[in-house]
């Protein structure tokens, strides 16, 4: 009996494990490019990256702690989606065939800047196809306070009496 139930599990086990390998790829999904590069906690920021997928398959860490991510955005990737099919290029390798209907696609993972001190923080994406290289964000406080006050009185009417 012992023998039985030790096998049923092994056999899924099996099962689950091929399936995993078929979906699986592994690719470098570029160091993200930050828009804004400076932000304050709370303040939403578009990371581009390569091979992006979908909000729940994408992580995004500010440091060591985990952004909510609001959408991934993948504007002018259908050509180039439908190319790579055609091509038989996975998401992850450089399809030339397909250069001209990619140069237009550009893939972000929106995210908020979690409530950190003010600093330096690594940011890293990941999701099914692999882990990015550490980009850059720098939290800021007064980052989302543009007042326009150049540091001088222009309201002054001092005539130099």
Same mark, same amino acid.
Request: some cysteine; proline content about 4%; hydrophobic content about 35%.
């Given at each position: 009996?012992?023998?039985?139930?030790?096998?049923? @599990?092994?056999? +899924?086990?099996?099962?689950?494990?091929?399936?995993?390998?078929? %979906?699986?790829?592994?690719?470098?999904?570029?160091? @993200?490019?930050?828009?804004?590069?400076?932000?304050? @906690?709370?303040?939403?920021?578009?990371?581009?990256?390569?091979?992006?997928?979908? /909000?729940?398959?994408t992580?995004?860490?500010?440091?060591?702690?985990?952004?909510?991510?609001?959408e991934?955005q993948? @504007?002018?990737?259908?050509?180039?989606?439908?190319?790579?099919?055609?091509?038989?290029?996975?998401?992850? &390798? !450089?399809? &030339?065939?397909?250069?001209?209907d990619?140069?237009?696609? /550009?893939?972000?993972?929106?995210?908020?800047? =979690?409530? +950190?001190?003010?600093?330096? %923080?690594?940011?890293?994406?990941?999701?099914?196809?692999?882990?990015? =290289?550490?980009?850059?964000? +720098?939290?800021?406080?007064?980052?989302?306070? !543009?007042?326009?006050?150049?540091?001088?009185?222009?309201?002054?009417?001092?005539?130099?009496?």
């Amino acid at each position: 009996m012992f023998l039985a139930f030790f096998l049923g @599990p092994l056999v +899924l086990g099996m099962g689950c494990e091929d399936d995993a390998e078929t %979906y699986t790829l592994h690719c470098d999904l570029g160091t @993200p490019v930050l828009n804004p590069a400076t932000a304050a @906690p709370g303040q939403s920021v578009a990371a581009a990256a390569r091979a992006l997928t979908t /909000v729940q398959d994408t992580v995004v860490r500010v440091g060591a702690t985990e952004a909510t991510v609001s959408e991934v955005q993948r @504007p002018g990737c259908d050509d180039c989606d439908q190319c790579r099919t055609k091509s038989e290029c996975t998401r992850c &390798d !450089d399809c &030339d065939a397909c250069a001209a209907d990619c140069a237009e696609c /550009v893939e972000s993972a929106v995210f908020a800047v =979690p409530m +950190l001190a003010d600093g330096s %923080y690594g940011v890293t994406i990941t999701n099914v196809h692999g882990q990015s =290289p550490v980009g850059t964000l +720098l939290v800021a406080r007064n980052a989302g306070d !543009d007042t326009g006050d150049g540091g001088e009185d222009s309201g002054s009417d001092d005539s130099g009496d």
